[in-house]
Structures are given as C-alpha cells and as structure tokens.
T-cell receptor
Framework: GNSVTQMEGPVTLSEEAFLTINCTYTATGYPSLFWYVQYPGEGLQLLLKATKADDKGSNKGFEATYRKETTSFHLEKGSVQVSDSAVYFC????????????????FGRGTSLIVHP | DTAVSQTPKYLVTQMGNDKSIKCEQNLGHDTMYWYKQDSKKFLKIMFSYNNKELIINETVPNRFSPKSPDKAHLNLHINSLELGDSAVYFCAAKGTGVPGANVLTFGAGSRLTVL
C-alpha cells in the first residue's frame, strides 16, 4: 500500500537557519504530493503541492521538488523565522487508490519545527 | 466566512457519555473526511463521504457513527465514550478540478477530552 515517511522531529533551529525536512513515499500509481502546515491550535492548511515528476511547489519561501527517481519530496526553506514554528505534514493522493470516485489521501506522521530567536 | 467549520471546538465529558461533533463546509466540495489526531500529532483517517455516501470506513469502532444529511454537512456521533477517544478530531473537504484537485481544506479541529 501507499505510505509516506518523514524525518522524526522535533527539528530545532535558530532564526535565519536553513531548513530541510525529508519526505519519501511509496505509491502504486502516479501520486500528487503535498506539504501541509499545522500552526499551534489550528487545523492543517496546504503549504504547497506538486502533481507530477520534476514539478516544484513553492509558497511563503518554502520549496519542494517532486523527485520520482528517489521517490522524495523534501521541504526546504532558506531562512526560517520564529513564525514558521509549526508541525509539517507530507502527504500524497494516489489516483490508483480511488474508491467510489474518492482519492484516499495518505499523511506522514508530521515533523515538528521549533525556531528560536 | 469559514470554509470548513466544526463545533464545538472543545468538548469535555465523562466516560460512557454520548457526544456529537458537527462539521459544515461552504466550498461546494463533494468529498468530506473525518480524521483523528492523537497527542503525537499522528493523523488517522476515520471516514470519508462522497456526496452523502460513505466511501471509506477505516477500522473504527462501531461506537463512532458518521452522518451526512447533505453534502455540505458531515457530523460525527460517538457513543459510550472511552478514555482512548480523547484526541483532536478534524473534519476536511476535498477539492476537485484545477487548481484545487485533491487539496484538503481542514476545519480548526474539535478537542475531545474524556475524563
């Protein structure tokens, strides 16, 4: 079946440091890949996505490139801020696993990021 | 206007009680989900409805019963609450078409505490 593996957290960084959160996946078909962010006390919200190999998703200074050869979708940011402290979830939707017309989304376990001033 | 709204945001109750969480979306999406998030932030899918019909029912105890009166609403009723039911429950709606295909929009969550 499908799965998403993320690096375990927490990841603790100083402000302006470079961030990488690793994400690898296994999928039956050709999935779309997503990063969601969950700020404290809130629901998840989409950060960025990529729908096919070599696509790069970007938003708010974050980037991730869909690498089919390494089945990876690592999240990066060049200079983190305190306000980036949150839990980050890598996820995929695999059309090969649709059920009744509904794609089944698969989430990683989440990686907590803590940024200190 | 909140796209996906859940009520209540906080729920504290005793073991053995029955409680409901309501979810409404104004996005016009056909597919809605319930997720359970534990204290370690792990997200587990519980149910999925597509246009009022149950599509996914992951290994969830029978004490949990979803109800979808129309495609904008997906409520979760829980009977005979147990300590292990304490968690944050998220409702989500899934987009279709470009550019929102397969993007989930989540509610703010309902934190259930069973004493």
């Amino acid at each position: 079946g499908n799965s998403v593996t993320q690096m375990e957290g927490p990841v603790t960084l100083s402000e302006e440091a470079f961030l990488t959160i690793n994400c690898t996946y296994t999928a039956t078909g050709y999935p779309s890949l997503f990063w969601y962010v969950q700020y404290p006390g809130e629901g998840l919200q989409l950060l960025l996505k990529a729908t096919k190999a070599d696509d790069k998703g970007s938003n708010k200074g974050f980037e991730a490139t869909y690498r089919k050869e390494t089945t990876s979708f690592h999240l990066e940011k060049g200079s983190v801020q305190v306000s980036d402290s949150a839990v980050y979830f890598c996820a995929l939707s695999d059309p090969a696993l649709s059920s009744g017309g509904s794609y089944i989304p698969t989430f990683g376990r989440g990686t907590s990021l803590i940024v200190h001033p | 206007d909140t796209a996906v709204s859940q009520t209540p945001k906080y729920l504290v109750t005793q073991m053995g009680n029955d409680k409901s969480i309501k979810c409404e979306q104004n996005l016009g999406h056909d597919t809605m989900y319930w997720y359970k998030q534990d204290s370690k932030k792990f997200l587990k899918i519980m149910f999925s409805y597509n246009n009022k019909e149950l599509i996914i029912n992951e290994t969830v105890p029978n004490r949990f019963s979803p109800k979808s009166p129309d495609k904008a609403h997906l409520n979760l009723h829980i009977n005979s609450l147990e300590l292990g039911d304490s968690a944050v429950y998220f409702c989500a709606a899934k987009g279709t078409g470009v550019p929102g295909a397969n993007v989930l929009t989540f509610g703010a969550g309902s934190r259930l505490t069973v004493l």
